[in-house]
Nanobody, 124 residues
Framework: QVQLRESGGGTVQAGGSMRLSCTVS?????????AGWFRQIPGKEREGVAI???????TYAASVQGRFTISRNNADLTLYLQMDNLKPEDTATYYC?????????????????WGRGTQVTVSQ
C-alpha cells in the first residue's frame, strides 16, 4: 500500500528556516522515478516547488531557487525539503508526491501518489 506522510510544518518568522520530511512507503528505489514538493494556498492552484529524480537531479521553481533544497535518502525513501530565508509568501500547505515513470516536471499533473499535506506559516 502506497503512503506518503509529510512532517515538519509549523510557524516560523520571516528569514528563518524549516525542514520538511516525507516518508514514502509502498515504493522501491527503482519504482519511484521522481518525487517532489508542491504547495497550495486556498483559492489558488497547486504549484510545483521542487522535484528530484532518481539520479538526484533537482529542479526548482524560480521563486524558491537558492533558498530551498530538495534531497532524498534512498536507503529509506525519505524526501526532504530544506527551506531557508523563508518569506511570508511561502506560507502554504506543502505536499509531497511521487511519480513512477518518466517524464517528470514541476507540475502536479502526472504525479501518482500524494501525501495529505503539512501547513507552513511564515510570519512577518
Amino acid at each position: 500500500q502506497v503512503q506518503l506522510r509529510e512532517s515538519g510544518g509549523g510557524t516560523v518568522q520571516a528569514g528563518g528556516s524549516m525542514r520538511l520530511s516525507c516518508t514514502v512507503s509502498g515504493y522501491s528505489l527503482y519504482s519511484m522515478y521522481c518525487a517532489g514538493w508542491f504547495r497550495q494556498i486556498p483559492g489558488k492552484e497547486r504549484e510545483g516547488v521542487a522535484i528530484i529524480k532518481n539520479d538526484d537531479r533537482p529542479t526548482y521553481a524560480a521563486s524558491v531557487q537558492g533558498r530551498f533544497t530538495i534531497s532524498r535518502n534512498n536507503a529509506d525513501l525519505t524526501l526532504y525539503l530544506q527551506m531557508d530565508n523563508l518569506k511570508p509568501e511561502d506560507t502554504a500547505t506543502y505536499y509531497c508526491a511521487a511519480r513512477r515513470n518518466y517524464p517528470c516536471w514541476l507540475s502536479p499533473a502526472g504525479f501518482d501518489d500524494w501525501g495529505r499535506g503539512t501547513q507552513v506559516t511564515v510570519s512577518q
